[in-house]
């Protein structure tokens, strides 16, 4: 007897084999493609992979991690904060994302993306788009003044 599901299911089965795909790295987005990506100066948080830049109508707050495990884990302590206001969405190139017209949180493999702003979902595919894929590549952070006073965002206070 064939069930319901095999029927369903046939079509999927017929094709090619589908090959298994092995979840990329990303290294992080160069600081040269900021402005392209209409992003203004980054601005490093507690000397960490993390950093946050303006954007158009708002911010960007961009995590990396050494994994897609471990960006797996960012992505879902970050979107959990969110997930009763906001509806699963798509984001082109993300693996996972949550969000809305004005605030979306994405995860490409290691890479996770927060955009507040206009046209979020957009500028999040712009950046994970723009992230560089060369294993030799890791995010430049840049040593940071233990003396100079920051705020909760790592901006230094003047």
């Given at each position: 007897m064939?069930?319901?599901?095999?029927?369903?299911?046939a079509?999927?089965?017929?094709?090619a084999?589908?090959?298994a795909?092995?979840?990329?790295?990303?290294?992080?987005v160069?600081?040269?493609?900021?402005?392209?990506?209409s992003?203004?100066?980054?601005?490093?948080i507690?000397?960490?992979?993390?950093?946050?830049?303006?954007a158009?109508?708002g911010?960007v707050?961009?995590?990396w991690?050494?994994?897609?495990?471990e960006?797996?884990?960012?992505f879902?302590?970050?979107?959990s904060?969110?997930?009763r206001?906001?509806?699963?969405?798509t984001v082109?190139?993300?693996?996972?994302a949550?969000?809305?017209d004005?605030l979306?949180?994405?995860?490409r493999?290691?890479?996770?993306?927060q955009?507040?702003g206009?046209h979020?979902r957009?500028t999040?595919?712009a950046?994970?788009?723009a992230?560089a894929?060369?294993?030799?590549v890791?995010?430049v952070?840049?040593e940071?003044?233990p003396?100079?006073?920051r705020?909760g965002?790592g901006r230094?206070?003047?």
């Amino acid at each position: 007897m064939i069930s319901l599901f095999t029927l369903l299911l046939a079509p999927a089965l017929a094709g090619a084999p589908v090959a298994a795909t092995k979840t990329q790295t990303f290294a992080g987005v160069p600081v040269s493609a900021l402005p392209a990506l209409s992003l203004g100066e980054p601005e490093f948080i507690d000397g960490t992979d993390t950093w946050r830049a303006p954007a158009p109508g708002g911010w960007v707050l961009h995590a990396w991690s050494a994994d897609a495990a471990e960006g797996a884990r960012s992505f879902r302590f970050t979107a959990s904060t969110v997930q009763r206001m906001l509806p699963t969405t798509t984001v082109r190139g993300a693996d996972e994302a949550v969000g809305g017209d004005e605030l979306v949180i994405a995860r490409r493999g290691n890479v996770v993306v927060q955009v507040k702003g206009d046209h979020a979902r957009d500028t999040a595919a712009a950046i994970l788009a723009a992230e560089a894929t060369d294993p030799g590549v890791s995010p430049v952070v840049p040593e940071l003044d233990p003396v100079t006073p920051r705020d909760g965002f790592g901006r230094r206070l003047k």
